[in-house]
């Protein structure tokens, strides 16, 4: 009897599948060195299961123009995941939503340092618009807003 009862539970332990683990997403950081909001942006990815290595730079405008990013829609920091660029503090969601549709794009952006957004302190006070941006010249599209 007590062996019926192990091949049995050794059977559903092998029937059932096992919960999927959610791989970390890296991603690299570039920010100025005096700005501290980028580093609570980092950390708010790392506890949406990101791993993010941070290169503090003195040069964040011309990096952000080579990846791509309008001069009117720069962010606080430009941050690569995955082949996209990600410049300012775009909510998790809308990053994750960004790596899972991998639309046709360079990166998406919000633009400034906006109130109550990831890393930012105070209340959010009006609706964010996330562009979507590539290197060809054409005009930025609205890709998400929050």
Not at 8 to 13: G, I, T, V
Not at 23 to 50: D, R, W
Not at 93 to 105: C, D, M, N, Q, W
Request: aromatic share 8%; with cysteine; proline share 8%.
């Amino acid at each position: 009897m007590k062996l019926t009862y192990r091949l049995a539970a050794l059977s559903l332990l092998i029937a059932t599948p096992l919960p999927p683990f959610a791989a970390t997403i890296n991603a690299v950081m570039y920010k100025n060195p005096q700005c501290s909001c980028c580093e609570s942006y980092a950390n708010y990815l790392e506890h949406n299961g990101f791993k993010v290595d941070i290169k503090p730079v003195n040069n964040l405008s011309q990096i952000s123009s080579d990846a791509g990013v309008p001069a009117d829609l720069e962010g606080c920091h430009t941050l690569i995941v995955d082949g996209y660029v990600v410049d300012g503090l775009v909510p998790v969601e809308i990053v994750k939503k960004l790596l899972t549709e991998r639309p046709a794009i360079s990166g998406i952006t919000l633009a400034g340092m906006p109130a109550g957004a990831p890393g930012m302190g105070g209340e959010k006070s009006e609706t964010w618009t996330i562009y979507a941006f590539t290197k060809d010249g054409k005009a930025p599209t609205v890709y998400a807003t929050e």
